[in-house]
């Protein structure tokens, strides 16, 4: 089974930190993503990546910033932490994104920015 | 603009009753489709995908979809649902000439005994 482990399940920070999130899949998946969910809004995409090293932005890339060095890890950066980014992220990963295929969840970090 | 819409937000039924949840995207060209849920306290699960071929799907736990191309419509349906289906649902489309997977807004779904 893919497994896309979050480093943590819960994070409360303080406004202006800067924060690390971090994403680590054991199934060489070429595309990793983050997404953050909020009530009534759904998930919304952040940021992702097809590749080590190369990036896309999403559809809310603003304040956020990513990481990818290594195949298997997808970092996400909170550069100056806010209340508004108080939020559950999730990361996910696929095989590749041509042809059909699925992404797979891990199980969330909910971050709350005090 | 390529969206996904859920028509329902919030949906309350009582056990045995039939389900059904609304999905419409407006993406053109060739899309693969998903229905994912995310129980409480767990992960974004996968539970049921279209990626071509029978337009009528079926997934985990007795969920099906039905794609519907002229009407750009994706639908969820169980005939009979039970406590423990109880969740949030999520309508996701990817476009074969994106990278994206887009998700509509979500649908909770309160199952009462």
């Known amino acids: 089974d893919v497994k896309v482990t979050q480093s943590s399940r819960y994070l409360v920070k303080r406004t202006g930190e800067k924060v690390f999130l971090e994403c680590v899949q054991d199934m060489d998946h070429e595309n990793m993503f983050w997404y953050r969910q909020d009530p009534g809004l759904g998930l919304r995409l952040i940021y992702f990546?097809?590749?080590?090293?190369?990036?896309e932005k999403g559809d809310i890339p603003e304040g956020y910033s990513v990481s990818r060095e290594k195949k298997e890890r997808f970092s996400l950066i909170l550069e100056s932490a806010s209340t508004n980014q108080t939020s559950m992220y999730l990361c996910?990963?696929?095989?590749?994104?041509?042809?059909?295929?699925?992404?797979?969840f891990g199980q969330g970090t909910r971050l709350t920015v005090v | 603009a390529q969206s996904v819409s859920q028509h329902n937000h919030h949906v309350i039924l009582s056990e045995a009753a039939s389900l059904e949840l609304g999905c419409n995207y407006s993406y053109g060209g060739t899309v693969n489709l998903f229905w994912y849920v995310q129980y409480p306290g767990q992960h974004l699960q996968l539970l049921l995908k279209y990626f071509s071929g029978d337009p009528l799907v079926k997934g985990i736990k007795g969920f099906e979809a039905e794609f519907i191309k002229s009407k750009f419509s994706f639908n969820l349906r169980k005939p009979s649902v039970q406590w423990s289906d109880t969740a949030e649902y999520f309508c996701?489309?990817?476009?074969?000439?994106?990278?994206?997977?887009?998700f509509g807004k979500g649908t909770s779904l309160l199952v009462t005994p």
């Open positions: 996910a990963s696929a095989l590749r994104w041509t042809g059909n295929t699925e992404a797979f």
């Open positions: 990546s097809y590749d080590v090293k190369m990036k």
């Open positions: 996701a489309v990817k476009s074969n000439s994106g990278y994206a997977l887009n």
